[in-house]
C-alpha cells in the first residue's frame, strides 16, 4: 500500500487483526504494530486510561539552509544554551548543508497553537536577556508551529496477541538524553530479528519483544525525566 491510511480502531481475531480507516474501511492482516507516536490510537485502545504527560513545555523547531546562516553562529557543532526554565540547541543536518534549532521553554500558553505573532512575543519576552548568538538563531525560526512537550508514564504491556506498540507509542520520552528515535530504532531492527528467530510467529516475538525491551526503555523515560528536572 502506497498511500498514508489513519487508524481509528483494531481487532484481534486471533488469527488475524482487522483495523478500521476512514479512508479504506476495514483492512486486515497479520499482525497490527502501532508506531504510531506519543498520541498513540492504538496505545488509546489498549490503555484507555492512559494519557499523555504534558510538561507545560513548549518547543519550536527549525531546519535552515547553513548558508542563509550569519557568521556569528557556530553551524559546525552541536550548541546548547541552558538558562532558567529555558533552553536551544541547534547544529548542523545533512552532511553541513542545514542547520536543525530548536527553542524550547516553560509557558502556562503551552496548549496554544498556530499564533505567529503571540508566538514570537513570548520568545522574545523569554530570551530577552539571552547571549547575541542565541538572538541571531532565533530571528532564524519559522515560529508558525508549535509542539507540546510530554512523555508517557512507563507500561508493562505493549503487546497482546497479535497487536504491538513501538518506539513513542510504547515509551514516548522527553528530550533530555536525546533517546527517543534512537530507541525506535532499537525496536525495529530488534523485533525484526525476533520476526526471524521465531519463524514469523507473531504472537512469541510480540511477547519476547515486551519482555526484553521494557526495563532499558523504561529506565530511559524515567532518567530523561530525572535530568529534565
Known amino acids: 500500500m502506497d498511500q498514508s491510511i489513519a487508524v481509528s480502531s483494531f481487532e484481534d481475531l486471533g488469527d488475524r487483526v482487522s483495523v478500521l480507516t476512514a479512508e479504506a474501511g476495514i483492512i486486515e492482516g497479520a499482525a497490527l504494530i502501532g508506531a504510531d507516536g506519543l498520541r498513540s490510537v492504538i496505545r488509546s485502545q489498549m490503555h484507555p486510561q492512559d494519557q499523555p504527560r504534558l510538561l507545560g513545555y513548549v518547543a519550536h523547531r527549525t531546519i535552515v539552509p547553513i548558508k542563509s546562516v550569519p557568521d556569528i553562529v557556530r553551524c559546525d557543532e552541536v550548541v546548547l544554551w541552558v538558562g532558567p526554565a529555558f533552553h536551544i540547541i541547534y547544529y548542523p543536518l545533512r552532511n553541513g548543508t542545514e542547520l536543525n534549532i530548536v527553542a524550547v521553554f516553560k509557558t502556562d500558553t503551552y496548549a496554544q497553537k498556530n499564533d505567529p505573532v503571540a508566538h514570537k512575543a513570548e520568545l522574545q ?56 528515535a534512537g530507541l525506535a530504532i532499537e525496536d525495529a531492527v530488534y523485533l525484526a530479528a525476533l520476526l526471524e528467530v521465531t519463524g514469523g510467529d507473531v504472537i512469541t516475538a510480540f511477547q519476547r519483544f515486551q519482555h526484553d525491551r521494557v526495563i532499558r526503555t523504561s529506565r530511559v523515560q524515567l532518567e530523561s525525566r530525572a535530568l529534565w528536572d
Open 125 to 180: 519576552k523569554t530570551y530577552k536577556d539571552t547571549h547575541p548568538e542565541m538572538q541571531v538563531v532565533l530571528g532564524l525560526m519559522d515560529l508558525s508551529r508549535r509542539w507540546p512537550l510530554a512523555d508517557r508514564n512507563p507500561i508493562r504491556q505493549w503487546a497482546r496477541g497479535r497487536v504491538t506498540l513501538l518506539g513513542d507509542s510504547a515509551h514516548a520520552t522527553l528530550q533530555s538524553l536525546a533517546q527517543g
